[in-house]
Nanobody, 121 residues
Framework: QVQLVESGGGLVQPGGSLKLSCVAS????????MTWYRQTPGKQRDMVAT???????NYADSVKGRFTISRDNDKNAVYLQMNSLKPEDTAVYYC???????????????WGQGTQVTVSA
């Protein structure tokens, strides 16, 4: 089994910064695409940033220029550096990963439990 655990969320003032971390644990052979999503009550879960194994990244238009996604393949970890935060960035942020298990035969998808980010004065 695999667990994805997010950390780094909290309360920050507009214009501030936070760095989120997501670490996958278990009998993991490799991780493939890793993605950060966010969701507010009553709305769908939206992609924020996604990163390929080789580091190629894509971002939602709303966060381009402010957020940076990165990864550490040895740690099966993905990070999200969030700068110039705005109140509309307030959401629960979820980590999603494609994981190849030791002894597995296909990619499996896993979600973290989420971490709350609140941007408010």
């Amino acid at each position: 089994q695999v667990q994805l655990v997010e950390s780094g969320g909290g309360l920050v003032q507009p214009g501030g910064s936070l760095k989120l971390s997501c670490v996958a644990s278990g009998r993991i052979f490799s991780s493939n695409v890793m993605t950060w999503y966010r969701q507010t009550p009553g709305k769908q879960r939206d992609m924020v940033a996604t990163i390929q194994f080789d580091g190629a990244a894509n971002y939602a238009d709303s966060v381009k220029g402010r957020f940076t996604i990165s990864r550490d393949n040895d740690k099966n970890a993905v990070y999200l550096q969030m700068n110039s935060l705005k109140p509309e960035d307030t959401a629960v942020y979820y980590c999603h990963g494609e994981i190849w298990l030791v002894g597995g035969s296909s990619w499996q998808e896993y979600w973290g439990q989420g971490t709350q980010v609140t941007v408010s004065a």
